[in-house]
């Protein structure tokens, strides 16, 4: 069974760009949240996809956008970065199914300068 | 929203000694999940709980689903240097299947 994962590992961006970070559910699952952890925080869920639509979104600017594909792989994508937006993404995978157990991958880490 | 407040912030234990922290909400959760990060990487699932009163275990840890659905718990015995992380709990943030929301986390921290 294969984990979630995420590319790339790390990243540094200049303020105002754009990004596009991705991530490949877990096998089996058809769900992907991604979080956002800033520094000594907690994650804070940014939003959710399921068959391919936002299902849930949380407290984030619209510059913040996503996709999900047909395999349920999914990318984030951050518009006109803000030095603030220099944080650890996360992705989880679930099944929609199977209650609240999310799994995550190992992250990318954006620095924007 | 909801917030998830967790204590204590940080533990500074001998290795051999137990450990227990907890997490409480202003608001019911209907699941308690707890999460070990180290550093550089993602949360790895501990355990999770869906029921008041819920007490579970794995291995070392045990975690509990308080009673008033408004607190958990999570105990690990005989730390070892591998505990070393910061523990997390979390929960539904509401509205059917969706994200999670997070506590600040506990920074253990193991003294040999």
């Known amino acids: 069974e294969t984990g979630v994962t995420q590319s790339p590992t790390h990243l540094i961006k200049t303020r105002g760009q754009q990004v596009t970070l991705r991530c490949s559910s877990q096998?089996?699952?058809?769900?992907v949240s991604w979080y956002q952890q800033a520094l000594g925080q907690g994650p804070q869920f940014i939003f959710q996809?399921?068959?391919?639509?936002?299902?849930g979104r949380g407290n984030f600017p619209p510059r913040f956008s996503g996709l999900q594909f047909p395999n349920y792989s999914s990318e984030l994508n951050v518009n006109a970065l803000e030095l603030d937006d220099s944080a650890l993404y996360l992705c989880?995978?679930?099944?929609?199914?199977?209650?609240?157990?999310?799994?995550f991958g190992p992250g990318t880490r954006l620095t924007v300068t | 929203g909801q917030q998830l407040n967790q204590s204590p912030q940080s533990m500074f234990i001998q290795e051999g000694e137990d450990v227990s922290m907890n997490c409480t909400s202003s608001?019911?959760?209907?699941?308690w999940l707890w999460y070990k990060q180290d550093p550089g990487e993602g949360p790895v699932l501990l355990i999770a709980?869906?029921?008041?009163?819920e007490l579970t275990s794995n291995g070392r840890l045990t975690a509990q689903f308080g009673t008033t659905r408004k607190d958990s718990f999570l105990n690990i015995s005989a730390s070892i240097p591998s505990d070393v992380g910061i523990y997390f709990c979390?929960?539904?943030?509401?509205?059917?299947?969706?994200?999670?929301?997070f506590g600040k986390g506990t920074h253990l921290i193991i003294q040999p």
């Open positions: 989880a995978s679930s099944l929609r199914e199977g209650g609240y157990e999310q799994y």
């Open positions: 096998s089996g699952h058809n769900t």
């Open positions: 996809y399921y068959r391919e639509e936002e299902n």
């Open positions: 608001s019911i959760f209907n699941t």
């Open positions: 709980l869906y029921k008041a009163g």
């Open positions: 979390a929960g539904p943030r509401g509205g059917g299947a969706d994200g999670l929301t």
